[in-house]
């Protein structure tokens, strides 16, 4: 940006406001010379002060360098401010206005003072006043007064749009080979030839961090601005902007750019286009400013896992021969970022010795709270406590349940120790689709499954994914895929037949986009390191194409008699009081394990309304009202087994 000073800071400070109050003494000579009808003579450029490089830095002419002067003059010198004022017949202090401005620039003042010139282009004077032009004030921004006394801060007008990003952390080899090429790219000294960085992928804060010790590097200071927080008015728009790009040049910074979501994408890059300082657009996907004739785009790869274990192991210290494995099993499952690791670990440990397993469950607890986010109203986070004993299936369904929990569990040393994932990273998604009666526990299977593998489990919302419009429907499901990513949650798409039928033959655009989301989910089910747990009520409504990308198919029956006694021996808790209940008689009706714990609930409030014990009364009242329900007759024969 501008040359760095030849002396050190105090004394170039010193030295610049003294040649600066030097510079306007020698203004009262050519105001005498105005009062006395002669021809001015204004003070010509002194030494190495903030005057001259604000003058060289912006591009001025000579005569924007005199009226600079003398704004600066009527705001720091009383003594020439009384005499502007006595000039203009005013009285007291003033300002300069244009007739004085004038009288001392008889070349050229006109120009400078237009509302096209350089310095009202950058809001350096404004020319103020309702009367006529010739007698409206020149009033000089209280930023460039400042700046030109070598005081530094942040424009006021910019406080809550931008912000100082300051030094950022240490960078790994790969970010800095990275930090290494955009150095190169922005170590020029010409304005106009700065590239306008492109800074794509989906690590968030490794961009931010790269930006920041390029920035470092270079002597940079590094601001960020909030493009959602931007005025919707234009003219107001423009005029951030205007302060921004003089703000990067004042104070020798750049500003980056964060697209927090698609729709500030738009905003971003028309934002980035009435710049012309050294910028950078931060995206998973940026776009393209138009204007900018120089541009870099720079693909931040997601970190491979040798760089997340040597992150986590940073992040550990001494704790990290402690948790031994466990560094790659946390590698595998979190994508956080390093402050987050960080995080972690503070919240896990807390100065006691602990042993491994304890120590590596506080911190896989706490990383995973650390990638837990927000996906709107897309999706739904249950808690689960559901254990395998709450679970009544046939032995053959349990077992692959607790294969499918393996592939999770050991997907660390599968992936990584064996070397699959050095072979093809294609394919290693674990997606499971569990097919059966409403009620027979497929819900209930996935939140077992989430309690085993100590993970966070997400129901997709499919009336807020599925989206009539083109393109929507692949936007919202990448958005549940990303913020699930860093956590690597369990996404259960429950009774998701409307989302995965079977592909339609395309006869026009709407089937044609319709097989579009289909295979991207396909797509992004495969690529997703957690698990996808798909559940439906009718099998066959689905693609068998579908179906062979599936890992897990597991089918989950009507339950029999026996299964139906286990269900009703466990649904009540154990706080429930019970009078005289003959599970085997309750078990003789023919229905689902969900219907049979509404059953129970029903009768524990009917129950609780008589202030007695759960009687088989009780069941007989809410089994009615459950069979009304399904619209499904409650015959004679069932009503007698249950007297």
Same mark, same amino acid.
């Given at each position: 940006?501008?040359?760095?000073?030849?002396?050190?800071?105090?004394?170039?400070?010193?030295?610049?406001?003294?040649?600066?109050?030097?510079?306007?003494?020698?203004?009262?000579?050519?105001?005498? +010379? $105005? /009062?006395?009808?002669? !021809?001015?003579?204004?003070?010509? @450029?002194?030494?190495?002060?903030?005057?001259?490089? #604000?003058? %060289?830095?912006?591009?001025?002419?000579?005569?924007?360098?005199?009226?600079?002067?003398?704004?600066?003059?009527?705001?720091?010198?009383?003594?020439?401010?009384?005499?502007?004022?006595?000039?203009?017949?005013?009285?007291?202090?003033?300002?300069?206005?244009?007739?004085?401005?004038?009288?001392?620039?008889?070349?050229?003042?006109?120009?400078?003072?237009?509302?096209?010139?350089?310095?009202?282009?950058?809001?350096?004077?404004?020319?103020?006043?309702?009367?006529?032009?010739?007698?409206?004030?020149?009033?000089?921004?209280?930023?460039?007064?400042?700046?030109?006394?070598?005081?530094?801060?942040?424009?006021?007008?910019?406080?809550?749009?931008?912000?100082?990003?300051?030094?950022?952390?240490?960078?790994?080899?790969?970010?800095? +080979? $990275? /930090?290494?090429?955009? !150095?190169?790219?922005?170590?020029? @000294?010409?304005?106009?030839?700065?590239?306008?960085? #492109?800074? %794509?992928?989906?690590?968030?804060?490794?961009?931010?961090?790269?930006?920041?010790?390029?920035?470092?590097?270079?002597?940079?200071?590094?601001?960020?601005?909030?493009?959602?927080?931007?005025?919707?008015?234009?003219?107001?728009?423009?005029?951030?902007?205007?302060?921004?790009?003089?703000?990067?040049?004042?104070?020798?910074?750049?500003?980056?750019?964060?697209?927090?979501?698609?729709?500030?994408?738009?905003?971003?890059?028309?934002?980035?286009?009435?710049?012309?300082?050294?910028?950078?657009?931060?995206?998973?996907?940026?776009?393209?400013?138009?204007?900018?004739?120089?541009?870099?785009?720079?693909?931040?790869?997601?970190?491979?896992?040798?760089?997340?274990?040597?992150?986590?192991?940073?992040?550990?210290?001494?704790?990290?021969?402690?948790?031994?494995?466990?560094?790659?099993?946390?590698?595998?499952?979190?994508?956080?970022?390093?402050?987050?690791?960080?995080? %972690?670990?503070?919240?896990?440990?807390?100065?006691?010795?602990?042993?491994?397993?304890?120590?590596?469950?506080?911190?896989?607890?706490?990383?995973?709270?650390?990638?837990?986010?927000?996906?709107?109203?897309?999706?739904?986070?249950?808690?689960?406590?559901?254990?395998?004993?709450?679970?009544?299936?046939?032995?053959?369904?349990?077992?692959?349940?607790?294969?499918?929990?393996?592939?999770?569990?050991?997907?660390?040393?599968?992936?990584?120790?064996?070397?699959?994932?050095?072979?093809?990273?294609?394919?290693?998604?674990?997606?499971?689709?569990?097919?059966?009666?409403?009620?027979?526990?497929?819900?209930?299977?996935?939140?077992?499954?989430?309690?085993?593998?100590?993970?966070?489990?997400?129901?997709?919302?499919?009336?807020?994914?599925?989206?009539?419009?083109?393109?929507?429907?692949?936007?919202?499901?990448?958005?549940?895929?990303?913020?699930?990513?860093?956590?690597?949650?369990?996404?259960?798409?429950?009774?998701?037949?409307?989302?995965?039928?079977?592909?339609?033959?395309?006869?026009?655009?709407?089937?044609?986009?319709?097989?579009?989301?289909?295979?991207?989910?396909?797509?992004?089910?495969?690529?997703?390191?957690?698990?996808?747990?798909?559940?439906?009520?009718?099998?066959?409504?689905?693609?068998?194409?579908?179906?062979?990308?599936?890992?897990?198919?597991?089918?989950?029956?009507?339950?029999?008699?026996?299964?139906?006694?286990?269900?009703?021996?466990?649904?009540?808790?154990?706080?429930?009081?019970?009078?005289?209940?003959?599970?085997?008689?309750?078990?003789?009706?023919?229905?689902t394990g969900g219907s049979i714990r509404s059953i129970a609930l029903n009768a524990s409030f009917l129950a609780a309304s008589d202030d007695t014990s759960v009687t088989s009364t009780h069941i007989l009242r809410a089994a009615q009202r459950e069979y009304a329900k399904l619209e499904k007759p409650f015959t004679g024969s069932e009503l007698g087994k249950l007297r």
């Amino acid at each position: 940006m501008t040359a760095p000073f030849t002396l050190d800071r105090d004394t170039h400070v010193s030295r610049s406001r003294a040649d600066l109050a030097e510079l306007i003494t020698a203004l009262h000579s050519a105001l005498d +010379a $105005v /009062a006395s009808g002669k !021809q001015p003579v204004l003070p010509g @450029p002194g030494e190495d002060n903030m005057l001259e490089r #604000l003058v %060289a830095l912006f591009g001025l002419s000579e005569v924007d360098r005199q009226i600079l002067l003398l704004a600066v003059g009527a705001e720091l010198d009383p003594t020439l401010a009384e005499r502007i004022g006595t000039l203009q017949g005013s009285g007291g202090t003033a300002r300069a206005d244009v007739t004085t401005a004038l009288a001392l620039l008889p070349d050229g003042g006109w120009e400078a003072l237009c509302s096209g010139s350089l310095l009202r282009r950058w809001r350096f004077i404004d020319v103020v006043g309702r009367g006529p032009f010739l007698r409206r004030e020149i009033v000089l921004d209280e930023r460039i007064m400042q700046h030109l006394m070598a005081i530094n801060y942040l424009d006021s007008r910019l406080e809550g749009l931008v912000s100082n990003l300051g030094t950022g952390p240490t960078l790994s080899p790969r970010q800095a +080979a $990275v /930090a290494e090429k955009l !150095q190169a790219a922005w170590n020029t @000294p010409n304005l106009r030839e700065w590239p306008v960085i #492109l800074f %794509a992928g989906q690590d968030a804060l490794s961009k931010r961090a790269i930006m920041q010790h390029v920035c470092h590097q270079l002597g940079l200071r590094l601001y960020r601005i909030d493009v959602t927080s931007l005025p919707d008015n234009w003219a107001e728009r423009y005029a951030v902007s205007i302060l921004c790009d003089r703000e990067l040049l004042l104070s020798d910074a750049a500003l980056l750019i964060e697209v927090i979501d698609e729709t500030s994408a738009q905003a971003a890059a028309s934002f980035a286009d009435s710049l012309y300082g050294p910028v950078a657009l931060l995206a998973e996907d940026p776009e393209s400013p138009t204007n900018r004739q120089h541009r870099l785009r720079i693909d931040l790869a997601p970190p491979d896992m040798n760089e997340k274990k040597a992150s986590w192991t940073e992040s550990l210290q001494e704790h990290a021969d402690t948790l031994g494995d466990g560094i790659e099993q946390l590698s595998e499952q979190f994508s956080l970022d390093h402050a987050s690791m960080d995080t %972690a670990v503070k919240i896990a440990v807390d100065g006691t010795v602990m042993h491994p397993d304890k120590l590596f469950d506080r911190v896989w607890s706490a990383a995973r709270d650390q990638g837990r986010r927000r996906l709107g109203g897309l999706a739904e986070r249950i808690e689960s406590t559901a254990k395998w004993e709450n679970l009544v299936l046939p032995a053959d369904q349990i077992r692959q349940l607790k294969e499918l929990t393996a592939h999770i569990g050991q997907a660390w040393k599968v992936y990584q120790s064996w070397g699959w994932e050095q072979k093809s990273s294609r394919g290693l998604g674990a997606a499971a689709l569990f097919s059966g009666p409403s009620g027979t526990g497929k819900t209930l299977a996935a939140e077992v499954l989430a309690t085993e593998l100590k993970l966070d489990l997400y129901r997709i919302d499919l009336s807020q994914v599925v989206s009539k419009y083109i393109g929507e429907t692949e936007k919202n499901l990448s958005r549940i895929f990303k913020a699930a990513e860093d956590g690597g949650a369990v996404l259960l798409f429950d009774e998701a037949d409307a989302l995965f039928g079977k592909r339609s033959e395309v006869k026009d655009s709407h089937d044609r986009y319709a097989n579009v989301e289909v295979s991207y989910l396909l797509q992004r089910m495969e690529t997703y390191r957690g698990l996808t747990i798909l559940t439906t009520n009718q099998k066959s409504a689905l693609d068998q194409a579908f179906l062979r990308r599936l890992r897990f198919a597991i089918a989950f029956p009507f339950p029999d008699s026996t299964s139906r006694i286990a269900i009703w021996s466990q649904v009540f808790p154990k706080g429930t009081p019970l009078d005289g209940l003959d599970l085997k008689r309750l078990a003789r009706m023919n229905i689902t394990g969900g219907s049979i714990r509404s059953i129970a609930l029903n009768a524990s409030f009917l129950a609780a309304s008589d202030d007695t014990s759960v009687t088989s009364t009780h069941i007989l009242r809410a089994a009615q009202r459950e069979y009304a329900k399904l619209e499904k007759p409650f015959t004679g024969s069932e009503l007698g087994k249950l007297r």
